[in-house]
């Protein structure tokens, strides 16, 4: 590395702090709104002396919502298993689906493999709405409205062009003559595809995976309009919370807080993949 | 013949669409005998490399066909050729050790693992890579990674083992000492094998045969000596032999006993007619326009010879290469002891009939190697 300069590791060092203290402050904010009651949140000006609380996390576990009215019920932990349901199962299916095909596109070049790739790459590009309402329709009609199995569909538009272009790239990056050489000692291509290829392109696999995860856990137009409360995931159940007497910011945070957590473990967990398939540089030929 | 092993017959290669096709093997012909080693010589680019990629299935072949052991494998799947290949960019499996990399190549064997352990050591011991085996391919040099895929080629019991470039990587030394140990390996386990090079010297020194390979097409198949003695066109006497083949553009003429070659310059060369067979000063006199080459090293200095005027004069060691003008074009001499001469001086050289070898000047075939025509 070059040699810096005390002042250019000090401005460095300015920099990363700005740039960690504008991310991660709402974080620490709703994470500590998550600790307090309606009224100390709304207090004018904010404050960080207050006595912390457990009662929004008590709420959202025993699914009674006291409020300043009424006692009503939420669903939050149902919300938070489908957010898990559907967002691993729907995970699967793309990588079950997408891992083969970025194989074969990496692989096999014939007629039209750009295009047909190109086009399922397309449908990130669409905005959900467009598809949106034809969707519900064909759905209403199929019995797919309100099921895991229609929800898991629709978020293939989401997973799968994503794992497909990445995998894709992993698969191209790996030398076709190293899973030649073990082809030529008497393999298939089918268990080359999996004892050569899948194993190197492991981490690019998870990364993908990962990824995909985070988008699908996001998502939030396509389980508003196609499902109900009981299907929904945190980022439509989340709505909830706006209720007739006020909107419950402190129980607001404390989903926010439940719902992240799954992701960011996952993210941290994953960073030892991606840094072991970035140092894995030998896969070229 | 019928101990014909491999057998390619007017194969070609085309890549790419029609629009933008890359023609990278032409017509290729060439049948390889049971047991013999065979090199592919030529420039990079030749084709040589697609040959073997089709040979062992990785390319479809786009004309013709090639058969092992009497078998067509056009249409097998690699699985199904029993082929080996040492690949040119190493491919070895990045997670495995090098030991494990060349073990793997004897998995489907049914080997025991102690027999696989000897076979594996004794391989390592021939390519010295003993001490790197425990190591990973990505934390050994490249000539250590393109011998453990040599090694990985060479292990198994295959009806047929393709070599490509597999010691490019390799020192000069450790070069010629692995020659020879892999030439004794080959021919005591009566492998057939196909190696690409554009190492005229590993060719030599390996091979049975040599196919040397230019801009797609077979140039010529034949053992190093005679690829040396009877170059089949104007190509192949160029490419072959190190310093190249001197060449020159002539026209013939005859005087009663003499035959005589007119060079650029007034320059000419005049030989006895009794020198060359009769149908050889036939073929000659009925093309006019003939090239003549003439080796490096059978060029002699002779007081009555022409007049040279020297260039450069190297002294390699054991040889001199000196570079001179002659009738306007550039000659090299290859002398063994060290030559006195500096730039500028003046030499007198005379070429041997018996050394001469004339060319068809627009079609670049052979027409005589010295006395003798070309059948
Ligand atoms: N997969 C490919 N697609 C298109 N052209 C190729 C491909 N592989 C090789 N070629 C071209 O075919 C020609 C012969 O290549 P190759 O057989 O690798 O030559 P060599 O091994 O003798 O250097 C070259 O012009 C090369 O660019
Ligand atoms: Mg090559």
Redesign the pocket.
Same mark, same amino acid.
């Given at each position: 590395m070059e040699h810096q300069s005390k002042l250019e590791t000090v401005l460095r060092g300015i920099a990363l702090l700005l740039v960690v203290v504008f991310f991660m402050f709402p974080i620490f904010w709703i994470f500590l709104m998550s600790l307090q009651t309606n009224e100390t949140i709304l207090r004018v000006p904010p404050s960080i002396n207050f006595e912390p609380t457990l009662s929004n996390y008590r709420a959202l576990i025993t699914g009674k919502l006291e409020t300043s009215a009424a006692s009503l019920e939420i669903n939050f932990l149902q919300n938070l298993w489908n957010s898990v349901f559907l967002s691993v199962a729907s995970v699967s299916l793309a990588l079950l689906l997408g891992v083969p095909a970025a194989y074969a596109f990496a692989r096999h070049k014939f007629k039209g493999s750009e295009d047909i790739a190109f086009t399922l790459l397309s449908f990130r590009f669409a905005p959900p709405l467009l598809v949106l309402l034809p969707l519900s329709l064909y759905f209403q009609k199929m019995g797919l409205a309100d099921t895991y199995l229609g929800l898991i569909w629709v978020y293939q538009l989401i997973c799968l062009p994503l794992i497909l272009w990445i995998v894709r790239g992993y698969f191209e990056d790996i030398s076709p003559d190293i899973e030649y050489a073990y082809r030529v000692a008497g393999h298939s291509w089918f268990s080359t595809f999996r004892k050569i290829a899948l194993p190197l392109a492991g981490p690019g696999i998870a990364a993908a995976g990962l990824l995909a995860f985070i988008f699908a856990w996001n998502n939030f137009i396509f389980a508003l309009v196609l499902a109900s409360a009981d299907k929904q995931p945190v980022t439509v159940g989340a709505l909830a919370f706006i209720t007739a007497s006020g909107i419950q910011y402190g129980q607001i945070a404390a989903a926010i807080v439940m719902s992240i957590a799954p992701t960011l473990a996952l993210a941290l967990y994953a960073q030892k993949y991606l840094v072991e398939g970035l140092s894995l540089g030998a896969v070229k030929g | 013949m019928s101990d014909i092993h491999l057998d390619i017959k007017q194969v070609d290669k085309i890549? #790419?669409t029609a629009n933008s096709a890359?023609h990278?093997v032409k017509g290729l012909s060439m049948a390889v005998r049971r047991g013999e080693i065979t090199s592919l010589l #030529?420039a %990079? #680019?030749? #084709?040589? =490399? %697609? =040959?073997l990629r089709m040979i062992a299935g990785f390319e479809t072949v786009s004309k013709g066909t090639i058969k092992l052991g009497g078998k067509v494998l056009n249409d097998l799947r690699p699985v199904k050729r029993n082929v080996a290949m040492a690949f040119e960019g190493y491919s070895l499996y990045p997670p495995l050790t090098i030991r494990d990399n060349i073990a793997f190549a004897l998995k489907a064997s049914k080997l025991s693992a102690k027999d696989i352990s000897d076979k594996v050591h004794t391989m390592a011991d021939m390519l010295e890579i003993t001490d790197i085996l425990d190591k990973h391919p990505s934390s050994v040099s490249g000539g250590q990674q393109q011998r453990a895929s040599l090694g990985r080629a060479l292990i198994r019991d295959a009806d047929l083992h393709l070599l490509d470039e597999p010691m490019g990587q390799l020192e000069p030394q450790l070069r010629a000492l692995l020659r020879g140990r892999i030439k004794h390996y080959i021919k005591e386990n009566g492998i057939t094998a196909i190696l690409?090079t554009h190492d005229q010297a590993e060719a030599n020194a390996l091979s049975d045969r040599i196919a040397v390979m230019e801009g797609g097409y077979l140039q010529q198949f034949e053992s190093p000596q005679r690829l040396k003695d009877q170059p089949a066109n104007l190509f192949t006497g160029t490419f072959v032999g190190e310093p190249p083949m001197n060449t020159f553009s002539a026209s013939v003429d005859k005087e009663s006993d003499k035959v005589r070659f007119d060079l650029d310059h007034g320059v000419s060369l005049s030989f006895d007619v009794t020198d060359f067979s009769a149908d050889v000063i036939e073929a000659a006199l009925a093309l006019k326009s003939v090239v003549i080459g003439v080796r490096p090293y059978a060029i002699k200095r002779d007081d009555d010879g022409m007049k040279a005027t020297v260039v450069a004069n190297h002294w390699l060691g054991d040889q001199s290469h000196i570079a001179a003008t002659l009738a306007g074009q550039s000659v090299i001499l290859v002398e063994h002891d060290r030559a006195p001469d500096k730039a500028g001086d003046d030499i007198f050289i005379k070429l041997d009939p018996d050394n001469i070898h004339v060319f068809n000047r627009e079609t670049g075939y052979a027409v005589s190697h010295g006395a003798e025509i070309v059948g």
């Open positions: - | 890549y #790419g890359v990278a #030529g %990079s #680019g030749c #084709g040589k =490399t %697609s =040959t690409v």
